[in-house]
Antibody, heavy 120, light 108 residues
Framework: EVQLVESGGGLVQPGGSLRLSCAAS????????MNWVRQAPGKGLEWVSY????????YYADYVKGRFTISRDNAKNSLYLQMDSLRDEDTAVYYC?????????????WGQGTLVTVSS | EVVLTQSPATLSLSPGERATLSCRAS??????LAWYQQKPGQAPRLLIY???NRATGIPARFSGSGSGTDFTLTISSLEPEDFAVYYC??????????FGQGTRLEIK
């Protein structure tokens, strides 16, 4: 069974840092690119970042570029999101999501999400 | 950046009725569109990928159609568990990957 389990969320002051983790199991993690997607309270879905299988290709949304860093450790079946210089508007549930194999558009497995609250 | 506009914002229907949800892209995205269902407190669930392919385990009452700029998610006969928020998502011209703002399907 495919599972994605996020951790690392919590309350942090503006300007602070957090590191999110996503533990993957039930599939060959190293064969899939991965994404982070977030959702502010009561709002819609917002893509954050993408990383390819070997970490050779990485993309960020403009609103996190220069502040967030995505990475992965295929030996540990884990995905990470280092979040620095956090702002109030970064408050959201953060999901890791796996693309559908063989498809272009579709994220077929999502974690349960981890809540990040940026507040003084 | 491709902007996805979903309509209507809210759709009020009764169980057994047919639901038609729309997603319009600001430029052609070929067939690279997906649809998700999200219920309160849950992660999104993939329904349709690449415009018209049902994801694993998705009931046949869900279908997707369209290409280019206009896409439709149809639920042929609404079940009580179908009342939720639905999002479309494109990965044609990216980055960035973009999502629509959502359509809330509520019980009439």
């Amino acid at each position: 069974e495919v599972q994605l389990v996020e951790s690392g969320g919590g309350l942090v002051q503006p300007g602070g840092s957090l590191r999110l983790s996503c533990a993957a199991s039930g599939f060959t993690f190293s064969s899939y690119a991965m994404n982070w997607v977030r959702q502010a309270p009561g709002k819609g879905l917002e893509w954050v970042s993408y990383i390819s299988t070997t970490s050779s290709t990485i993309y960020y949304a403009d609103y996190v570029k220069g502040r967030f860093t995505i990475s992965r450790d295929n030996a540990k079946n884990s995905l990470y999101l280092q979040m620095d210089s956090l702002r109030d508007e970064d408050t959201a549930v953060y999901y890791c999501a796996r693309p559908t194999g063989g498809a272009v558009a579709g994220l077929d497995y999502w974690g349960q999400g981890t809540l990040v609250t940026v507040s003084s | 950046e491709v902007v996805l506009t979903q309509s209507p914002a809210t759709l009020s229907l009764s169980p057994g009725e047919r639901a038609t949800l729309s997603c319009r892209a600001s430029q052609s995205i070929r067939s690279y569109l997906a649809w998700y269902q999200q219920k309160p407190g849950q992660a999104p669930r993939l329904l349709i990928y690449d415009a018209s392919n049902r994801a694993t385990g998705i009931p046949a009452r869900f279908s997707g159609s369209g290409s280019g700029t206009d896409f439709t998610l149809t639920i042929s006969s609404l079940e009580p568990e179908d009342f939720a928020v639905y999002y479309c998502h494109q990965r044609s011209d990216w980055p960035p990957i973009t999502f629509g703002q959502g359509t809330r399907l509520e019980i009439k």
